[in-house]
T-cell receptor
């Protein structure tokens, strides 16, 4: 059972380049999330998707776009990368229930450096 | 969103209990208290959550104050593998998805052998 899978694990970009971070979950969860974590800091929510076909901004959405391709996949795109986007990116998924109150499951992260 | 306050860091000795405090004085009646932890170089993982009553699971216990303005995560016997950043987060209890969790900076727990 893979859980939440993120690709790639590492990426180096030059300023102005674009790229897409991929995330897939195999738990049939409705909700998916993208967070970023800067060194020594907590996680900040970039975008989330409550269900297939919907997306909403989080705390720090500027410079990013997302696509909820289907129930399994939620991608994060950087159209023109900037050094300030150097960070570790985490994808997560969840499903609400009375028992779990929407426990989140996280991927192992993508370490992105923008030079 | 209601905020939480945690100490930046704590130390513990291996095989001793650890009590990690969290203050949430602006908690509303519909907010659950969630705890996650993040081991080095990994994504966060769920630890425990509760609403009013104390909760136990295989990882930890959660003690919630009677007025719900504070809570304590209890690791009964700390091991070196418990060294991590521990996050206390409030989450609206309703079923509509406001399921996004807002993380603070958490408490970095060091466990000494």
């Amino acid at each position: 059972n893979a859980g939440v899978t993120q690709t790639p694990k590492f990426q180096v970009l030059k300023t102005g380049q674009s790229m897409t971070l991929q995330c897939a979950q195999d738990m049939n969860h409705n909700s998916m999330y993208w967070y970023r974590q800067d060194p020594g800091m907590g996680l900040r929510l970039i975008y989330y998707s409550a269900s297939e076909g919907t997306t909403d901004k989080g705390e720090v959405p500027n410079g990013y776009n997302v696509s909820r391709l289907n129930k399994r996949e939620f991608s994060l795109r950087l159209e023109s990368a900037a050094p300030s986007q150097t960070s570790v990116y985490f994808c997560a998924s969840s499903e609400w229930s009375v028992a779990t109150n929407e426990k989140l499951f996280f991927g192992s992260g993508t370490q992105l450096s923008v030079l | 969103d209601a905020k939480t306050t945690q100490p930046n860091s704590m130390e513990s000795n291996e095989e001793e209990p650890v009590h990690l405090p969290c203050n949430h004085s602006t908690i509303s009646g519909t907010d659950y208290i969630h705890w996650y932890r993040q081991l080095p170089s990994q994504g966060p993982e769920y630890v425990i959550h509760g609403l009013t009553s104390n909760v136990n699971n295989r990882m930890a216990s959660l003690a919630i104050a009677e007025d719900r303005k504070s809570s304590t995560l209890i690791l009964h016997r700390a091991t070196l593998r418990d060294a991590a950043v521990y996050y206390c987060i409030l989450r609206y209890s309703g079923s509509s998805n406001t399921g996004k969790l807002i993380f603070g900076q958490g408490t970095t727990l060091q466990v000494k052998p």
